[in-house]
């Protein structure tokens, strides 16, 4: 290859191929099979030896293209029901690609003034667009997890803070275990969060009235009037299993009764507030004292966004407090005092661009689409012979599996496993296994923008074809 410096050269050569690929990569999205059969296999071949001479910039170009042609899980398509996942719409891919292009140190004002005031501007649209109070700040992070680290670190020092304690310089030894009510809808990533907060998972206590883990409300009440003290409460707006929701205003109640802390984890849920329709569900989110979301699921901008924001502003600035002589502020918002990384993406200019080129109606059509989509799915389990419909489906996620009368449930579980990878294997669409209620069941997300009524017709032939193929005499 040379001198690296030659190859200054190649970057309108580079973005050329890489603009012709990605044409092509979407081009048929629609229609390709989620992942090509035999992908898994070619990926796990992929054992090249480090590069001592490099090939040069359009060999690695043209070669990473016609990999990912070939192996790329198709999730940003119409046909992904899979965990919870949205596809880049247009103007949120050119924004990362332009953040990119741009490279700006989404760190602070001094490291790029673009990158700060564009990120400010678009977390406080994403507050508009959620109708919360003007009080509440926000940042962007790296997803969901991080939006609920973000938010629960607000919640951990307002705690600490109530018995006399700055926890980032003190730490947690010598206080009490914080106690953390939910219901037994939290999702594994709050959890995840609070771990790595050091408020310690088994300090949250599941308040669960049945099987599939709704709030036992009573028991909230009982649990924070024994406390007589701090607590908080985590509210789940969207269990990622059933799409169904936490009683919020009800928890807004008795967090406010009891000065309870009370964070919402709306990674998906959130977006219910954007379509009259479904705004209900996430009704008292504004009433929390942080909230955390994600901008990669229902704001359908390539991975990764997600975004957390917190009422008392000054507390989500100083969650993560650094100081140093060389990154002193400089005149403008600083993102990193909100979160616990230094350098990271400017993400906000993909969300930005997002939001610019929807708009409020934008969005809430693209909600509303996908809310009458699983509604439509849902409706079909329901009166299908040999399917059931686990749990209603209030948004977007459809919790179901195929059944027939005369199995025992251990067998039925045993066939829905399989129907999972056959449904996958099939390519037409791509489903999720989960357990609801202690039973095996699929589930299906509906949050990418373009999915249509036909991409969800398909996915019914293809369970429809699974099952005759699982189930033959029933
Ligand atoms: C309710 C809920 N919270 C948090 C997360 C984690 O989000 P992320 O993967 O963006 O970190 C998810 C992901 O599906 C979710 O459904």
């Known amino acids: 290859m040379g001198d690296p410096v030659n190859e200054r050269d190649q970057v309108t050569a580079a973005l050329t191929v890489a603009a012709e690929e990605a044409r092509r ?94 990120e400010q501007v678009a977390t406080d649209w994403l507050r508009q667009l959620f109708e919360l109070p003007e009080e509440f700040g926000g940042v962007l992070t790296s997803g969901a997890t991080m939006g609920n680290f973000v938010a629960l670190a607000a919640a951990r020092n307002w705690w600490a803070e109530q018995r006399g304690i700055d926890v980032e310089r003190a730490g947690l030894s010598g206080l009490p275990a914080p106690p953390i009510l939910s219901s037994g809808y939290i999702h594994p990533s709050a959890l995840q969060a609070i771990g790595m907060l050091g408020l310690g998972q088994d300090n949250v206590e599941r308040l669960a009235s049945d099987a599939a883990g709704r709030l036992d409300a009573d028991a909230l009440e009982a649990r924070l009037v024994e406390l007589d003290g701090p607590a908080i409460v985590v509210a789940n707006a969207g269990e990622v299993n059933s799409g169904d929701f936490d009683p919020i205003e009800r928890m807004a109640d008795l967090a406010a009764e009891h000065g309870a802390w009370l964070h919402v984890d709306g990674a998906f849920g959130l977006f219910a507030r954007v379509a009259p329709e479904a705004r209900g569900l996430a009704a008292g989110a504004e009433r929390a004292d942080s909230v955390g979301a994600d901008g990669h699921k229902w704001l359908n901008v390539p991975y990764d966004c997600g975004f957390a924001f917190v009422r008392d502003g000054t507390m989500l600035r100083e969650s993560f407090s650094a100081s140093g002589a060389y990154i002193a502020p400089a005149g403008g918002w600083d993102p990193h005092t909100h979160v616990p990384e230094m350098s990271r993406r400017f993400r906000g200019l993909a969300a930005w661009c997002a939001l610019k080129s929807f708009g409020r109606e934008g969005y809430r059509a693209v909600v509303e689409r996908c809310v009458d989509n699983a509604a439509a799915f849902a409706a079909w389990v329901e009166t299908t012979p040999g399917l059931e419909l686990m749990n209603p489906a209030p948004l977007n996620i459809v919790c179901f599996r195929l059944t027939a009368d005369d199995l025992a449930d251990e067998e039925i579980d045993r066939i829905n496993r399989e129907a999972v990878s056959a449904i996958q294997a099939d390519g037409r669409a791509f489903v999720t296994g989960t357990t609801w209620t202690g039973r095996a069941a699929i589930r299906a997300a509906f949050d990418n923008w373009r999915t249509s009524a036909a991409d969800v017709e398909l996915l019914q032939d293809a369970v429809m074809d699974v099952r005759a193929g699982l189930l033959p005499a029933h």
Request: charge should be negative; charged fraction near 20%; aromatic fraction near 10%.
């Open 25 to 118: 990569y979407l081009e048929d999205l629609d229609t390709r099979a989620v992942l090509d059969p035999g992908a898994e296999e070619v990926v796990h071949g992929w054992a090249d030896p480090m590069p001592e001479d490099g090939d040069g910039t359009i060999v690695a170009v043209r070669e990473l293209a016609a990999r990912g042609q070939q192996v790329a899980t198709r999730s940003s398509g119409p046909r992904f029901f899979h965990f919870v996942m949205g596809g880049g719409t247009p103007a949120g891919l050119a924004g990362d690609w332009l953040a990119s292009a741009f490279d700006q140190v989404a760190f602070a004002w001094a490291s790029s003034p673009m990158a700060a005031r564009l």
